[in-house]
């Protein structure tokens, strides 16, 4: 019940998320000339409205807008209500329609309405006084946040173990010849990594660090065997060495391949800032 309470939470919040990201923002445009306001209450919030001054148009200043969406409500019900919109010296009338009652007042629906390139200002009539407005800029969508990658990202390996030391756990990569290490550190971080070969004969271990595909450095180990660190299933471990990857500016895609013929455990560690 818990598990399936939180699968709907988070369906939910990506559901409010991607809605968030295609929702249109606005900007409220003050007028010019507002003539008299008059305050209309509703669940969003108290604002004012405007109506022109008698036989006088309001005057909106459309400087780098493309688009307005003009709110409006009357004080009495209005037989035809309606607002001319004048740009560029072209007048058009765009029609209200109702959409509910609030209190005393008459809510009426949005009109959206376009913005030539380059318009400064555009002027709004209405001959009904009992009509009130306020405008505002139609802005884009916010675009979506880029998700964050990982600091570090594993991208192949041929298992992993879990060493113990001191009572302690710690889980490590495995890599041999026919399969290396490869990982990816992102956003600008830097990180070490400790090696540890298994031992089974007289041979050197031998593994190569190569970073965006290119071989950095050969990396030789000795002979010598841990007596501190064991894990379960495979013995005759060696003594590890801690790795230092060339410097990673944004994204650098590192590998450790095996170079002689041995199991090797790695374990990468993202340093500090």
Known sequence: MHKHF?????????INLLLAQT????????????????????????????????????????????????????KEAVRKPEIVIVINKQRK????????KKG??????????????NTKEIQIICYDRS??????????????????????????????VSLQHNGSNSDY???????????TLNNGRNAYVYVRPRLLDCSLPKIGLYANGELVEVIDFTLKRTTKYSCQ?????????????????????????ALS???????PVLMKK
């Open 233 to 257: 299933g495979i013995s005759s471990l060696g003594i590890a060495k801690k790795i230092v990857l060339p410097a990673n500016e944004k994204s650098t895609d590192y590998e450790l391949r």
């Open 104 to 117: 005393n007042y008459y809510l009426y629906q949005p009109l959206m309405i376009d913005i030539p390139e």
């Open 93 to 100: 009338t765009y029609p209200l329609s109702f959409k509910e």
């Open 23 to 74: 929702v249109n923002r606005y900007k409220v445009l003050p007028f010019d000339n507002p003539g008299t306001k008059l305050l209309l209450k509703t669940e969003a919030g108290n604002y004012y409205y405007y109506r022109g001054l008698p036989e006088r148009p309001l005057i909106l200043n459309t400087t780098g807008v493309e688009k307005i969406e003009l709110r409006s409500f009357s």
């Open 173 to 183: 990569y495995t890599f041999m010849p026919n399969q290396p290490f490869k990982f």
């Open 261 to 267: 013929d041995h199991l090797f455990l790695a374990k």
């Open 6 to 14: 939180i699968s709907v939470l988070l369906i939910i919040l990506g």
């Open 131 to 160: 009509i009130y407005m306020r405008a505002f800029s139609v802005l884009p969508p916010k675009p979506p946040k880029a998700a964050k990658q990982p600091n570090i990202a594993i991208k192949a390996h041929s298992g992993t």
